[in-house]
């Protein structure tokens, strides 16, 4: 790695995806030689499931994207790969959609502040009004619209596809955002919403997920990041927390028992998609951490 | 205390069930004093859901059950109680069911053996003849029927029946008994059966949920301990537990890890049994730790 | 219950502490049933260490405060107790002492703000100015006075001192504060001041503790909220978390992963604080949850 | 991969150390796709704390292992690698030394007798005969010599020693044998020893680490598996669990809580052992899951 030290270089991270075969490894690792990479951080999957395999490399190199592209696409085409190449760090553009609650939006804005996550965010929209100032506090643009019928349900998922676009939006976060998306707009957003609902799913699907989980008198309670389908809670998992309660609580402490389960769910998951670690595997997520 | 180090003494465990209302404790708490007693643990709850309350104290004191009855007749009448009296680590017996796997009654047996478990084992029924040798190795009686038909399984369950009268059987434990009980039975043993289910419910009920549990792509697997009802898989949960996984693990090392946290989550459930803290609150359990 | 409903009445927290002997849960909570009480929430513990008996009590009752304490006066005389009597829920007046690190400051105020815990916050103290945006945007006052040699340290604590007096605070939380307190502060604050320590003690006291872990290669790294006391990281643990760790983590990451323990650690400590949840046994707490 | 299918092929499990540069992933695997291996899983890792480059295999192949280190041999010698080859799935050839403890021997005979754990135990020595019927119930020959003196305990380590090269051990696992090896026995066991320490080092090195435990008031206690050095426990880390207590338990019971933990963490230990999992970087653990 010496011998790089004196060249300004880039720090790339590529995913590919390709029917399993032997050789891949080998080629894609020729490739990055080729480009004067060097491999910082590897990993790969074999999916038995589906006959794919996975593979997301960080790689450090004074190449620049054209060289980086030239040297990948032969590998490419001849593996019929599905391939991304982004730099290691890019803030994702991503827009929040919310409600009333604050406890998802502050742990997502303070932690992009922070620098602890690789995000911009250029709007938050929401369909109250109650986190106009914590949003305003960390400079971001904040619209709210009451949503009362079906019209102005409409009007703002309508605002939401023009926002994505205005933005160019590469992930929609939904930071406990209460209403149910049209099965148009989970289309429209397929692969790129992140949902966090407030259960261990596939247990407790649906609304109220607390008062059910009080009800069947479980023993811990948690939090599901998902993408987003048009099958409402059904979308492929991403993320997974739980955490021990007892016979004592009443579902409004669970609610707020519940809440850092959820934040910190939601801000790994949108971080792990910021990162480029997110891979799609059939209803499966390939997490590479 | 030091009044009563020179006096022989008893040291009982005492669980009251009644509807609330105030002045409970110090009606119990007085019934202990007349009984020359000492509250060395004590938990109560009271529940909003059913608006029960509901206590469980550890007592030492000279008194015999007689007097110690004596005592609390008149608290248990005046505010309708339901009471249990029982000696602190009198071991409860318990017949153990199994099938083929191994590993709970591994774990059940073990502890038994090593005092960390205050039940008595009479018996092993399974409907395999596997674990006999392992059985045999802890000095247990063990009996196997193989189930093929209705005939057998009924054959089978008229032994448990059996066996439950023959031994003065106080819980019936399933450590992975493969073959869902029958109506009759399950209500014959209602309260005092308890099964592990292979998955964190209420996700992934019936058979298979490893193999679910792959197909939903979860990130976090688990066990769930619970009472035996005629609603499958449906009975208060007493204990869970989860472990994390990635998208790695195929379904058959999914059930590889899983066995950790069913063993450990089914004897922490019978321990508590054993040990008077399971009280039920409806379709909930209250757990006195 | 029904009784009580249609009388106003307070909600009591009481707390007891005494040489343990038969008869106290009797007496207790005679005195209890004299004040027209009911308890809705109870918890004792005796110990084995120190021949105390502990005890804290929720209730409900029409009485006033002078009523409840005629009524424990005799109790609390007879048994020689240690008592504390308060209100559910009345929020704690609290100090909170930083540096530039802003995580748990955020958790703190915002957990604060959403009613999530009971304290009451009239003053941020700290080394730097960083964080006075984000302390102001919650409409808590913010003074920063830079240390940088011994008397600027001195006239920061004498700050500390004052401001505790003026605002008749109740408890000091270090929030990440990097500053060793002088042992004159620490006596003085003893048992109302929490701090925030970056490790899972009592491994890594002192500097660095993500540095040490890292070169220690431990797999787990965690977070300790306990008392300050003039023995550095010796005081009574409040409480701790930890988080999975691998080998590829660099200290900095390691700080980064560490910094959501450490919120959730001390938010839990101070909330338990505020709810008099804290006694202390000896160099022991118990947290009566 | 279907072009394999009709070959009989071999599951190897290859490790390489050595200097990081760039190409050594394009190397290895060129040296892979000229042994006809196919890559089913593989980890790497680049440590910035001594500048060398880990990497771990595991390849399907026809090739037989001269094949596969005639192919792997010029890249070993250019790169100056420490280089192991193995056959995935073969049992490693285990020494057990215990006391009287039987939790860890027990869990570490079962796995193994269930298929869980690849490795073979040719014998078990203790210094107390308790274990006698355990051990020899999974037809495992067990020796037992009572340490009470200087020459009894070299004695011991004599056969210890002894029994290592009859039986060629790869491992030696020290399930919860509560004698402190001597520093000639450690160095000559460098490595390829694991013990079992009953808390989360660095925490409570030493002996009664339970009662130190409760003494400190901590909230979680633990189990460390770590490589035998001849510094008392501070042999490189392999794995750490905790679980969470409470004030309430004294040190008898935290012994009997952490056992489940000591079992369940030394397992892990030596499963990851047995797989070629561990990796050494300095006093740091690389574990290859």
């Known amino acids: 790695m010496n011998s790089l030290a004196a060249v300004p270089h880039h720090h790339w991270v590529i995913s590919l995806v390709c029917p399993d075969q032997p050789g891949i490894v080998h080629a894609v690792s020729g490739a990055i030689v080729a480009a004067r990479g060097n491999i910082t951080e590897s990993q790969q999957?074999?999916?038995a499931d589906t006959g794919r395999f996975f593979i997301r490399l960080q790689v450090e190199s004074p190449a620049d994207r054209a060289e980086l592209e030239a040297a990948l696409a032969p590998v490419i085409a001849c593996y019929d790969m599905h391939a991304t190449i982004d730099v290691v760090g890019r803030p994702v553009r991503t827009l929040v959609l919310a409600s009333s609650a604050g406890h998802c939006v502050n742990d997502l804005l303070f932690r992009q502040h922070a620098g602890a996550?690789?995000?911009e965010i250029p709007l938050v929209l929401s369909n109250h009004s109650s986190l106009r100032d914590l949003v305003g506090f960390y400079g971001v643009p904040f619209e709210s619209y009451p949503i009362t019928d079906a019209a102005s349900k409409a009007a703002f998922e309508a605002?939401?596809?023009?926002?994505?676009?205005?933005?160019?939006?590469e992930l929609v976060v939904l930071a406990r955002y209460m209403r149910i998306l049209s099965p148009e707009l989970c289309e429209r957003l397929e692969g790129r919403a992140i949902n966090i609902h407030h259960s261990f799913l596939p247990g407790f699907?649906?609304?109220?997920?607390?008062?059910?989980?009080?009800a069947r008198g479980v023993k811990l309670i948690g939090a599901t990041a998902h993408f987003v389908t048009s099958d409402l809670d059904e979308g492929p998992i991403i993320e997974q927390n739980v955490v021990r309660?007892?016979?004592?609580?009443?579902p409004a402490e669970l609610v707020?028992?519940?809440q850092d389960e959820e934040s910190r769910t939601l801000s790994q998951a949108v971080k792990w998609f910021a990162e480029n670690r997110i891979l799609l595997d059939g209803a499966r997520t390939i997490i590479f951490q």
Do not use: C, M, T
């Open 117 to 119: 996550l690789p995000v």
């Open 205 to 214: 699907k649906g609304a109220n997920p607390y008062k059910q989980a009080h």
């Open 159 to 169: 605002r939401v596809i023009e926002a994505v676009e205005e933005h160019d939006i």
């Open 45 to 47: 999957f074999s999916s």
């Open 256 to 258: 707020a028992i519940g």
């Open 245 to 250: 309660v007892d016979h004592s609580r009443n």
